[in-house]
């Protein structure tokens, strides 16, 4: 059985001037309890479940690499990243750069999304479903063309939905996917 820990809320004691260091406290206890696996929620708005957007609400990948820098095993990993957030090819090269800044210890969770008003108060495109579940096909195939090999799939990349030149992917992550 793996463990994980999740930070979806972060009403914590202290608030904003404390943030820091609540998060690098907690990461670093789950660390040494011996979790596997500490997840970030992808959002931007804290959710309607959490209270709502006037809650706060730290960006995924910023706190992924700062719970990098105060651990030394655990797993790190989106909950799940909105493939309307990003990009796949900046997704795959920012999942890449945590990748290889915490020694190979990141993961992907990535989904179609749901939080509309989120996207849509932040200017954010946000298609309709069967829209975001095509780019989200997509997106896995690039994510996982960039990760294939010595410098990722270099080879152009033209989807229905996302176009990528030139895929390259430099430094090559630690961990492979499958592994």
């Known amino acids: 059985m793996k463990l ?3 930070f979806a809320d972060y009403a ?3 608030g904003a001037v404390r943030m820091a260091d609540t ?3 907690m990461s670093r206890a789950a660390d040494d309890a011996g979790f596997d696996v500490i997840g970030v929620a992808d959002h931007v708005w804290q959710g309607p479940h959490m209270g709502g957007a006037e809650q706060p609400m730290l960006e995924c990948f910023t706190t992924l690499a700062t719970i990098a820098a105060h651990t ?10 909105g493939v309307h957030f990003r990009a796949p090819g900046l997704l ?3 999942v890449t750069t945590l990748d290889v800044l915490s020694g190979g210890r990141a993961d992907l969770g990535i989904g179609a999304g749901w939080y509309e008003e ?4 932040l200017g954010i495109d946000f298609p309709p479903v069967a829209e975001r579940f095509e ?3 997509e997106a896995v195939r690039i994510c996982l063309s960039m990760w294939d090999g010595e410098r990722g799939g270099e080879k152009p990349v033209t989807g229905r939905h996302y176009r990528l030149d030139r895929p390259l992917n430099v430094p090559q992550n630690l961990t492979r996917p499958g592994s």
Do not use: N
Not at 118 to 121: D, H, K, L, T, Y
């Open 4 to 6: 994980g820990l999740a």
């Open 12 to 14: 914590w004691e202290g």
């Open 23 to 25: 998060l690098a406290a």
């Open 72 to 81: 030394r095993r655990i797993r790190l990993m989106p909950m799940v990243a």
């Open 92 to 94: 795959a090269k920012t």
């Open 118 to 121: 989120e996207a849509r108060g």
């Open 135 to 137: 780019r989200l096909e």
